[in-house]
Structures are given as structure tokens and as C-alpha cells.
């Protein structure tokens, strides 16, 4: 992903969408690039188009959401690791969308039922709604580099991108819960020990991080 910091530094979060349909060749580019990560990492994402009902419901009205009318499913075999990597490979997914023009919201609990089909051992992990935002969304607070890292003066210029990269993507009500420690040219990346959907915020932090810091610099820890 060539252009990947300015996807991630113009992508907010965006809750209130137009009354507006995905034209079929969006769809298509959305639903290859959804079927290219569902091969690589063993995942059943769906994207589900002109389905209104599940962003309608009394929860999703309390998270604000408003003409919500496509949203993807964040499927998977369950596992120990699923939650993050649909964290992981669901920004992919929503890295895509923005770079076609599109908007979107991580929804852990803010929705109603949906349609997703869900195979046996299958499990549905989080959501993610999708459209044409009424705003392209609005920065938020944020930690400072040093608030989630081992980050000192003579750090690599990667690892500062990374660190970047990591406090702009998006986590469960702004939480920021994670840490990235780089000890002889490996990253460790753990999540908090309390809060909502760490595990799916740490694939989300690591993808960024990654994308920032690029992985020929480095290597994960074990």
C-alpha cells in the first residue's frame, strides 16, 4: 500500500453517512480486496450492501450512527488469535474503502443483528460500518509517542513512524491501550490489561504500526 500514511492520516471514524449507494465497480474492488484477506489469513469476511436494518436498531441510534446502510462483517474460525486479526486485517479492509472514496466506524456493540452468515466454529467478531460519510470525521485526542513505547532520542526513524502511525488508528472509544517495545531491532506489541476490544485494537495498532515503520525494518518478537 503505496500510499498508506495518507490513508491513514485522512481516515476518521464517521458515523453519519448519505443517503447514497456503493456505484457496483466500488463494490467490486471492495469485495476482491475482502476475498484476497480472507485467503491470506484464514478469515470469512463479508461485506453486506443496501442493509439498513442492522444500523437502525435502538443501539445503533445511542452510537449515533445515522443512514447506515452497508456494513462488513468481521468473520472468522474461532481461534485464540481471531480478535486480533480481524483487528489486523480489517483495517486493510478499511484502509481500502478510504482510498475508494468511502467512510467508516469500528462498531463493537453500537448495531443491530446481522446478516452475516456464519458457518459452524465460525464467529463473528465485530463489525464495521461503510458508506459516504455527511464529514470525512474529525481528529481526536491522542497519547503522546511516549505514552506507548520505549521511544528515546536515538530511536530509529522507523520506529518513530511506526509509533506514529500506531496513535492514528483507531481503538475502542479512544482508549489507546497498547505498547510497542523495540529491543535489538524487534518489536513487541502488547495490549492493556482492561478495557474493551483490546485484542482487536492491538491488530488494528500493529497493521498501522507496520505500514508506518515498514516491515523490511524490523521483525514482530515471538
Known amino acids: ?17 448519505l443517503d447514497k449507494k456503493i456505484p457496483t465497480e466500488i463494490r467490486e474492488q ?3 480486496c475482502a476475498a484476497g484477506l480472507n485467503e491470506s489469513a484464514g478469515l470469512h469476511i463479508q461485506i ?7 444500523f437502525s436498531s435502538r443501539m445503533a441510534k445511542y452510537g449515533r450512527f445515522e443512514n447506515c446502510a452497508n456494513y462488513i462483517a468481521m468473520v472468522g474460525p474461532k481461534a485464540p488469535d481471531l480478535e486480533e486479526r480481524c483487528g489486523w486485517y480489517g483495517e486493510l479492509l478499511v484502509l481500502k474503502a478510504q482510498e ?9 456493540l453500537t448495531h443491530g443483528k446481522s ?12 463489525l464495521i460500518a461503510l458508506g459516504y460519510g455527511k464529514t470525512q ?7 503522546t509517542p511516549a505514552d506507548v513505547s520505549n521511544i ?3 530511536s530509529p526513524a522507523w520506529f518513530r513512524q511506526g509509533v506514529e502511525a500506531a496513535l492514528l488508528a483507531p481503538t475502542a472509544v479512544n482508549q489507546q491501550k497498547f505498547h510497542f517495545t523495540l529491543h535489538d531491532g524487534c518489536v513487541s506489541a502488547r495490549a492493556g490489561l482492561i478495557g474493551s476490544c483490546l485484542k482487536i485494537d492491538l491488530g488494528i495498532v500493529k497493521c498501522h504500526f507496520e505500514l ?4 523490511e525494518n524490523f521483525r514482530w518478537a515471538e
Do not use: F
Not at 500500500?1 to 485522512?10: G, K
Open 1 to 17: 500500500m503505496e500510499n498508506a500514511m495518507e490513508l491513514i492520516r485522512a481516515r476518521h471514524s464517521v458515523r453519519q453517512y
Open 30 to 32: 471492495l469485495d476482491a
Open 48 to 54: 453486506l450492501y443496501d442493509e439498513p436494518a442492522c
Open 100 to 108: 475508494l472514496g468511502l467512510n467508516t466506524c469500528w462498531a463493537a
Open 115 to 126: 446478516r452475516a452468515q456464519l458457518s459452524d466454529g465460525e464467529s463473528e467478531v465485530i
Open 137 to 143: 470525521g474529525a481528529e481526536r485526542r491522542s497519547k
Open 152 to 154: 528515546a532520542p536515538d
Open 212 to 215: 508506518g515503520a515498514g516491515k
